[in-house]
């Protein structure tokens, strides 16, 4: 399968993609990233994607007049790369309805919650605010609200009591990385169903 990842950051769970495809290969691990696209220049994860010798696109929503026009670049820059599934790996935007409209039900995203506990950019923080005894992340479909998709994956994580944010999120991704890696590689070998909102994946 042919993977388009998006990033906005550090581009750790991009690295793990990268790194299951290198130690795997393509047709062991069942995907390849073929391109990595970003809403801002100047973030690790486009230095890991030309690192990897992987064509990188930046769409940032003010070189387009509104959102809608944002959202069309982006569609049009992913679907350049012909992907079979898009992969959303710390990705901090919301896409429209025409980028659904030509990748959803093939485009995951990975939250570092449990959802439907704790959805949005701060997801760390609130369940942290919260007092929540565990945490974790979630790999679901992308659809039309925010990180309400169908659930394909999840992870728990415990919360310590010394716990900040930051020390909280990384415990948090060490556990997402695995979860993605092992989730995309499944989606992308076995295929997946979906019955209302449950997702039934392929086993190995
Ligand atoms: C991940 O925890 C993701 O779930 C969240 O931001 C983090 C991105 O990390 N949205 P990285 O850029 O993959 O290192």
Same mark, same amino acid.
């Given at each position: #399968? ?10 750790? %769970? ?27 220049d100047g973030?690790? $994860?486009?230095? @890991? ?10 769409? @940032? ?13 982006? #569609?049009? #820059? ?10 959303? #790996? ?5 896409? $429209? ?11 995951? %995203? ?28 979630t790999v ?65």
């Open positions: #399968a042919r993977l388009v990842v998006l990033v906005s950051g550090s581009g750790t %769970n991009l690295q793990a993609l990268l790194d299951a495809v290198a130690e795997r290969g393509p047709a062991g691990y069942g995907a390849e990233v073929v391109a990595v696209g970003a809403d801002r973030i690790a $994860g486009l230095e @890991r994607a030309e690192r990897a010798g992987l064509p990188t696109f930046v769409c @940032r929503v003010r070189d387009h007049d509104g959102r809608a026009a944002w959202d069309r670049a982006l #569609a049009g #820059a992913v679907a350049a790369h012909e992907p079979d599934l898009v992969v959303s #790996a710390g990705f901090m935007k919301i896409v $429209g309805k025409e980028f659904l409209a030509r990748f959803g039900g093939r485009f995951v %995203n990975t939250h570092p919650a449990l959802l439907p506990s704790f959805p949005g950019a701060h997801g760390v923080r609130d369940a942290l605010a919260y007092g929540v005894k565990v945490t974790g992340c679901h479909f992308v659809d039309d609200g925010v990180d309400t998709g169908p659930i394909i994956a999840q992870g728990v994580v415990e919360v310590r009591d010394e716990d900040d944010e930051s020390a909280l999120h990384e415990r948090i991704k060490e556990v997402e990385r695995r979860l993605l890696v092992d989730t995309v590689g499944r989606l992308a070998r076995h295929g997946y169903r979906i019955e209302a909102r449950k997702v039934i994946l392929g086993h190995d």
